[in-house]
C-alpha cells in the first residue's frame, strides 16, 4: 500500500497514532520495533512514541532547509515485523511519498529608506 503527502521546505509531517491491525481491521500489537527507511531522496524522517503494547506508535518526516536542498521526491519504506507466535510471517510495509517544494513568493520585504540630500 502506498500513502502520499507534500509539504513546503522548513516544515515537519507527523502522522500520530499509526495503529497496526489484523486482516478484520482490529488493533493489534507488533512482533517489533517499527522502522523508516529512505529509499530514495534527501528529506528524512523518524519512528516516534512507539507503544509496543498497543502496536501503536508516530512517524514524523523533515522536509529540511528553508533554502530548498531538500526538495522534491521521497520515499520512505515503514515496515514492522508482525511474527507474535514464531511462524515466521513476513513483516508488514508500507511505502510513503513525501514531495516537498520552496515556497512561492507572497511579498517584498522593503528595508527602511535612506534619505539623502541631492
Excluded at 514531495?99 to 534619505?115: D, K, N, R, T, Y
Amino acid at each position: 500500500m502506498a500513502t502520499s503527502v507534500s509539504s513546503l521546505t522548513g516544515q515537519k509531517v507527523t502522522f500520530t497514532g499509526i495503529q497496526a491491525k489484523d486482516s478484520r481491521g482490529n488493533p493489534t500489537k507488533l512482533g517489533g520495533t517499527p522502522v523508516l527507511t529512505v529509499v530514495s531522496g534527501s528529506a528524512t524522517g523518524v519512528v516516534e512514541n512507539y507503544d509496543e503494547a498497543a502496536g501503536s506508535f508516530d512517524v514524523a518526516l523533515t522536509a529540511g532547509d528553508l533554502g530548498g536542498a531538500n526538495t522534491g521526491l521521497t520515499e520512505f519504506k515503514l515496515s514492522a515485523p508482525v511474527d507474535l507466535d514464531g511462524s515466521g510471517d513476513a513483516p508488514i510495509e508500507e511505502t510513503i511519498a513525501y514531495v516537498v517544494s520552496v515556497p512561492e513568493a507572497s511579498s517584498f520585504a522593503l528595508p527602511e529608506p535612506v534619505i539623502a540630500d541631492i
